[in-house]
């Protein structure tokens, strides 16, 4: 109760800063354009005729997006069914414009890719895109190709695949002593993914399977409550951001809160990594952490040629990762690996589970690729598994994971679907929808139909 009162004390002293930011800070137009937009015009989307959710002064429609209990992707299908494939909302100080069409989704991220190139990220946990903090998500123009370079090439799963071999091996002989009991699945492959990542990214050494410490504090931090009134007052107030990210990342360094543990477990990991290889040549790969150290060879400034189109940062380079880079990226596979990863998994299970015929005819083609259960199973025979490939395609169809963050920002003043959106303004979108829409899929758009990937 009164950590709770606190905070909401740090929330009423961080908005009358915010105030005091505008009106101190702000030019007249700025001033005009709050009161209109924020305060007293209603909603910026009603006044370009884009059907959108009911504004409320200041906060848009954020207790709408942050519900707890029901998660914004949830509740995205059923707005997109009200209002149709175009539709919008007020996120604090964002405007942000949902589609749900193919074609509006392949403008957005493929062909005008050079305008819409910056993901929206979290208010509090987005960097600036020339931080050295600043990682692959986050990054744009320049410093996103190279990194997209970099992490492309260390992310190969032939690099990865010895390490998820041993510790799937160790995770079916833990299901195996279940003899044929209930198994809470996500839980176990919870398990699973925080002992591959934390054996590709944390230095862990060898499978710890059920002992490693990350999955509750994984778990802690992605169901953190996003009515954290810090988060609020970020998402409110563009200007208090920065406040409001160095207020919590010293809180949660000095207190070790999730992530921050695992932060620092990975900065350790790092050091000890770099005394290791001291004086070494040729040092061969065992990880993520020597990867992206392989990388942070060349310090030198580069500039990198244009991407055609390709805006962002103009600013030197270095060819390498710093170790502030090496560090944040490890993390990063943590925290987006762990939950879309293990829910993949989960989900598949739910499904072979539930249509059982669907499960004898994968059985069957793996039966036939892999005879013997105890021979190894060679990387290229496990591309080589067509049904094992559609039946993949078929979950992550039914059950996308990470669609809230697919969506980006307008990079200029530009005309989406006929919609003037201003330079800032967000476009989201509705990947759920996409997925499920009988026009796209048919009538049997919800039913679980590996087949459907197979061609005619």
């Not at 310090?299 to 030197?316: C, D, H, K, R, Y």
Request: proline share 6%.
């Amino acid at each position: 109760m009164i950590l709770a009162i606190l905070m909401w004390l740090v929330t009423a002293g961080v908005l009358l800063l915010s105030v005091l930011l505008v009106t101190s800070f702000g030019h007249l137009d700025g001033i005009l354009t709050f009161i209109r937009d924020r305060l007293l015009g209603g909603s910026y989307w009603k006044r370009k005729g884009v059907p959108c959710l009911e504004f409320r002064p200041i906060i848009g429609s954020l207790m709408e997006s942050t519900d707890p209990h029901n998660p914004w992707y949830h509740k995205l299908p059923g707005y997109t069914a009200k209002f149709g494939p175009v539709w919008g909302y007020q996120e604090g100080y964002r405007n942000i414009l949902v589609v749900a069409t193919p074609a509006l989704a392949k403008q957005v991220l493929v062909s005008e890719y050079a305008q819409y190139q910056q993901r929206r990220g979290n208010p509090i946990f987005q960097t600036r895109p020339t931080d050295d903090s600043a990682h692959l998500v986050e990054a744009y123009g320049q410093r996103w190709r190279r990194l997209r370079r970099i992490v492309a090439h260390q992310l190969s799963p032939l690099n990865l695949y010895p390490t998820i071999t041993d510790s799937t091996h160790h995770f079916v002989n833990h299901l195996l002593t279940f003899d044929g009991q209930e198994i809470e699945m996500l839980r176990n492959y919870q398990e699973l993914t925080i002992d591959i990542i934390s054996r590709m990214a944390m230095g862990q050494k060898g499978s710890q399977l059920f002992s490693n410490q990350y999955v509750d504090d994984t778990k802690a931090f992605l169901s953190r409550d996003p009515r954290n009134p810090i988060f609020l007052s970020a998402a409110m107030f563009s200007a208090l951001r920065p406040l409001a990210r160095k207020f919590f990342l010293t809180a949660g360094r000095l207190t070790e809160q999730p992530p921050f543990r695992q932060l620092k477990v990975i900065e350790e990991a790092i050091r000890l990594r770099k005394i290791e290889r001291a004086g070494k040549a040729d040092i061969e790969s065992k990880d993520f952490i020597d990867d992206f150290l392989n990388a942070t060879g060349n310090e030198t400034n580069l500039e990198l040629e244009a991407l055609e189109g390709l805006a962002g940062p103009s600013v030197g380079l270095s060819k390498g990762m710093n170790v502030a880079e090496v560090a944040v990226h490890c993390l990063l596979f943590l925290i987006a690996g762990f939950d879309s990863t293990s829910s993949g998994m989960a989900y598949a299970s739910y499904y072979l589970a539930k249509y059982p015929r669907v499960q004898e005819l994968l059985q069957e083609e793996l039966d036939a690729e892999f005879p013997d259960p105890n021979a190894p199973m060679p990387y290229d025979k496990v591309q080589n598994l067509p049904f094992l490939n559609v039946v993949v395609k078929e979950v992550m169809r039914l059950e996308p994971t990470g669609t809230v963050a697919v969506t980006r920002i307008a990079q200029n003043d530009g005309v989406l679907d006929n919609i003037k959106l201003a330079k800032g303004d967000c476009v989201q979108i509705d990947v759920r929808s996409l997925q499920r829409s009988t026009e796209i899929w048919g009538d049997d758009a919800m039913e679980f139909k590996p087949e459907r990937w197979i061609p005619l």
